[in-house]
């Protein structure tokens, strides 16, 4: 019920920024919340942020918190990641992901979410 494509990667030096945007198109009257995972080489995808259907509540993974920011806007129905001071270690694919149902704090296990994007690449060099 929910379509969600994520764009806005590419490379980067450490230290720069990126932005990721997500399209989520719905067909239910149920809001949802939204999050983003990543997942590099050899490791399981990992959460990165999460944010509720009104916007008003975020989470952040620690790896993440003071650098990366999450953000949606439901009347463009889309949902950023302002990434900053991007390290090597953010190397990864992006996934964008949405639950339906869920309008307070947001879930930030990956088990939790119902529908993904089909991810975009970020690679920080260093």
């Known amino acids: 019920q929910v379509q969600v494509v994520e764009s806005g990667g590419g490379l980067v030096q450490a230290g720069g920024s990126l932005r990721l945007s997500c399209a989520a198109s719905?067909?239910?009257?149920?809001?949802?919340?939204m999050g983003w995972f990543r997942q590099a080489p050899q490791k399981e995808r990992e959460f990165v942020a999460a944010?509720?259907?009104?916007?008003?509540?975020?989470h952040y993974a620690d790896s993440v918190k003071g650098r990366f920011t999450i953000s949606r806007d439901n009347a463009k129905n889309t949902v950023h990641l302002q990434m900053t001071s991007l390290k090597p270690e953010d190397t990864a694919v992006y996934y964008c992901?949405?639950?339906?149902?869920?309008?307070?704090?947001?879930?930030?296990?990956?088990?939790?979410?119902?529908?993904w994007g089909q991810g975009t690449q970020v690679t920080v060099s260093s």
């Open positions: 992901a949405a639950r339906l149902g869920v309008y307070g704090s947001p879930p930030f296990s990956r088990y939790e979410y119902d529908y």
């Open positions: 944010i509720s259907w009104s916007g008003g509540n975020t």
């Open positions: 719905a067909r239910t009257f149920s809001g949802y919340a």
